[in-house]
């Protein structure tokens, strides 16, 4: 484990981001500085976007924004509206979450897709959970598309009442088998060590919904069976790397967030250990007195307050192959991160205009930004590519 208590910049750049407009050009494109890899381009205005994804046949994506809008752009900058997306809870840190394609859908033509979203959803009393859906993505004309055949195949239990730590990231696996959710501890601690929720936990299903057999606890009544890992805080990245092992990104207290390999079984030691406090300054101990629960693989204090993240493959940035490419919102920035066995080092970090809740890698190896909704003047789509392209 490594623990990074005071961060020294690798590659301090100011970002200075041209003013957006309707789509990308040459001339709202502004060099990072002086040495730096990447080039932004400012490509398209969201309103609080949160998620992201290409379809992999016809390279066109998709974003949500949290107050229940799902919108598209094609490859050619077409800008379209989904139709048939739920109702959502918005508030807090509620509202539409993430969006993913099933994988291995590759025609080149956007007509009929199996999608998955996730949603806070309300409930009786002032409460509310997280909730995962799949459904039909039919796109009849250009600029319209809808979801078709709706059904919800997971729920946060029990759903309590506040409006944090829904987490609600999706994760397909690599060979396509299972789906894994990361379900957060809504701001409650102690269900995270409580086996009779799904809150604070990873689950592991089947595409349908079902509780995957092979689960650690799948002997036992819902929602324990779907249980993956547990002991987690507020998961907003997961992401398989290239050898297919899971991987989280996680949200500490003051202090201690964390990047984790998830293991099946495992406790990720929250609310009883973490390398942070509580914001009101009441110490926690640190991992290292529990061995027996599993240790970070590496984790920030000061904070990054991450974002999504992912696992880079493309030939775009060569060098960055392998490792993990972080979305971070405090202080605002990108963070690259070597992946060493079971361990993890920071190599690199990369300031921005306004903090970065997303990011993907796009069809040609370009990464893609949002940013987050809550600066005056974010919320913009941005792309990064290698300097001099």
């Not at 974003?63 to 959502?88: I, Q, Y």
């Not at 979801?147 to 829904?166: A, F, M, N, S």
């Not at 605002?332 to 990011?359: D, F, K, L, Q, W």
């Not at 796009?362 to 290698?386: N, Q, T």
Request: net charge negative; hydrophobic share 35%.
């Amino acid at each position: 484990m490594t623990t990074l208590r005071f961060l020294t910049l690798v590659s301090p750049l100011a970002l200075g981001l041209a003013s957006c407009g309707e789509a990308a050009s040459g001339e709202n494109a502004r060099e990072t500085g002086s040495g730096a890899p990447f080039t932004i381009e400012v490509v398209q205005q969201f309103d609080e976007p949160w998620a992201m994804d290409f379809d992999e046949g016809t390279g066109t994506l998709f974003v949500t924004e949290m107050k229940g809008r799902l919108r598209f752009m094609r490859p050619d900058g077409t800008m379209g509206t989904v139709s048939g997306v739920p109702e959502v809870d918005y508030g807090g840190q509620g509202g539409l979450g993430d969006f993913v394609f099933a994988p291995g859908q590759t025609s080149d033509t956007l007509d009929r897709r199996t999608v998955y979203l996730s949603w806070a959803e309300a409930g009786d009393g002032n409460t509310r959970g997280a909730a995962v859906g799949r459904a039909n993505l039919v796109c009849a004309e250009p600029d319209a598309c809808a979801l078709e055949d709706l059904e919800v195949i997971w729920r946060q239990q029990p759903k309590v009442t506040g409006r944090g730590h829904y987490s609600h990231r999706i994760a397909f696996s690599p060979d396509r088998q299972h789906l894994f959710i990361s379900s957060g501890e809504r701001q409650k601690m102690s269900p995270a060590q409580d086996m009779t929720n799904n809150l604070g936990t990873i689950v592991r299903l089947d595409p349908d919904g079902t509780p995957a057999a092979g689960n650690p606890m799948a002997d036992k009544p819902a929602p324990t069976n779907q249980i993956w890992s547990y002991g987690h805080r507020n998961v907003l990245g997961l992401a398989f790397d290239p050898a297919g092992r899971l991987w989280d990104l996680e949200h500490g207290p003051r202090g201690g967030d964390e990047l984790n390999l998830v293991e099946p079984g495992r406790n990720y030691g929250w609310p009883l250990v973490s390398n942070g406090v509580h914001y009101d300054g009441e110490a926690i101990p640190d991992h290292s007195t529990r061995p027996d629960l599993a240790a970070p693989a590496i984790s920030w204090d000061p904070v990054i307050a991450p974002g999504d993240f992912i696992f880079y493959t493309g030939d775009a940035f060569p060098e960055w192959k392998g490792e993990a490419v972080i979305a971070a919102m405090k202080p605002a920035g990108i963070v690259r991160v070597a992946i060493e066995g079971t361990s993890a080092r920071e190599v690199a970090r990369y300031p921005t205009e306004h903090r970065i809740r997303e990011i993907e890698q796009g069809p040609d190896g370009a990464i893609w930004l949002l940013e987050d909704g809550e600066e005056r003047g974010a919320s913009r789509l941005l792309k990064m590519v290698p300097t001099g392209r």
